[in-house]
Nanobody, 124 residues
């Protein structure tokens, strides 16, 4: 399984970005997808999670209310849109897949596959 994340870039504070994560080589049918981020000098942290069918989502407090995670199970693709971006949202964003349904886990170790990360930079 390989994950390809895209959609990062430089955006002004208050703007929006939509990240995508496309998985290839997927042979499992029920899985969880997560988004994490790592800011410079900080540990990687959980951002959002969604089940393979999009039925349930979960957000970290730092983005809740201004972000939307979604998925397209036919394409094994997950999306993360963050609105009202803040400079503190600057980070490398990673997507992750689990090979089984782990629920809406916020724990890195629960995920089996990781994308390469996409840089999001928010200028003030």
């Amino acid at each position: 399984v390989q994950l390809q994340a895209s959609g990062g870039g430089l955006v002004q504070a208050g703007g929006s970005l939509r990240l995508s994560c496309a998985a290839s080589g997927v042979t499992f049918s029920r899985y969880s997808m997560g988004w994490f981020r790592q800011a410079p000098g900080k540990e990687r942290e959980f951002v959002a999670a969604i089940l393979w069918n999009g039925a349930s989502t979960f957000y970290a407090g730092s983005v809740r209310g201004r972000s939307t995670v979604s998925s397209d199970s036919t394409k094994f693709t997950a999306y993360l849109q963050i609105d009202s971006l803040k400079p503190e949202d600057t980070a490398v964003y990673y997507c992750a897949f689990s090979r089984v349904n782990i629920g809406l886990s916020s724990v890195e170790g629960d995920y089996d596959y990781w994308g390469q990360g996409t840089q999001v930079t928010v200028s003030s």
